[in-house]
T-cell receptor, first 115, second 113 residues
Framework: GAVVSQHPSWVICKSGTSVKIECRSL??????MFWYRQFPKQSLMLMAT?????????EQGVEKDKFLINHASLTLSTLTVTSAHPEDSSFYIC???????????FGNGTRLTVT | EDQVTQSPEALRLQEGESSSLNCSYT??????LFWYRQDPGKGPEFLFT???AGEEKEKERLKATLTKKESFLHITAPKPEDSATYLC??????????????FGQGTILTVHP
């Protein structure tokens, strides 16, 4: 069964608004979760590492003020796309593993379309 | 810079026609190599982890192998339900981000009945 749950599966928003995406680990606690982005016909790129109880770590080139990450509990991380623009339209996927040495499991992704 | 290259970009097979997908990697060090399957509009589904050259893993019609420079995903007697994008990813040692995977572009597999 699913190991990581992501919600919503798709969202359409207007330019300038903000969108929140939730990622939950099911039946295990995840002190760290990972947010990836996938553009059409391209591979997954890591955006940021979400750390429970502390600040997220962002990959080079990812705007931390645009992509706000909150990891308030051991089973929930949220990604908020602020002041969204059409170029933010993409497939956002979260992931987590049960600990170092175990494989990374991915949620089913969120398709964001900004009009 | 760590690089992962998958080939071919797309592969069309007839049902029952066995073949292999290739994943070549250039990394400073390898902690693990991962294979995932991704269906359209879905997140990647974990298939295998390989850690050292010579290692092999099998699951149903799939078999993954690893050398020092590349990995192969062998598909034996594929069925239409094996149609998907197959992604290869590597994880390198060092740093605290043990979830940081570098992905290849993927191979789109289509199996015709």
């Amino acid at each position: 069964g699913a190991v990581v749950s992501q919600h919503p599966s798709w969202v359409i928003c207007k330019s300038g608004t903000s969108v929140k995406i939730e990622c939950r680990s099911l039946d295990f606690q995840a002190t760290t979760m990972f947010w990836y982005r996938q553009f059409p016909k391209q591979s997954l790129m890591l955006m940021a590492t979400s750390n429970e109880g502390s600040k997220a770590t962002y990959e080079q080139g990812v705007e931390k003020d645009k992509f706000l990450i909150n990891h308030a509990s051991l089973t929930l991380s949220t990604l908020t796309v602020t002041s969204a623009h059409p170029e933010d339209s993409s497939f956002y996927i979260c992931s987590a593993n049960r600990g170092p040495g175990s494989p990374l499991h991915f949620g089913n992704g969120t398709r964001l379309t900004v009009t | 810079e760590d690089q992962v290259t998958q080939s071919p970009e797309a592969l069309r097979l007839q049902e029952g026609e066995s073949s292999s997908l290739n994943c070549s990697y250039t990394v400073s060090g390898l902690r693990g190599l991962f294979w995932y399957r991704q269906d359209p509009g879905k997140g990647p589904e974990f298939l295998f982890t390989l850690y050292s050259a010579g290692e092999e893993k099998e699951k149903e019609r799939l078999k993954a192998t690893l050398t020092k420079k590349e990995s192969f995903l062998h598909i034996t007697a594929p069925k239409p339900e094996d149609s998907a994008t197959y992604l290869c990813a590597v994880q390198v040692p060092g740093g605290t981000s043990y979830g940081k995977l570098t992905f290849g572009q993927g191979t789109i597999l289509t199996v015709h009945p």
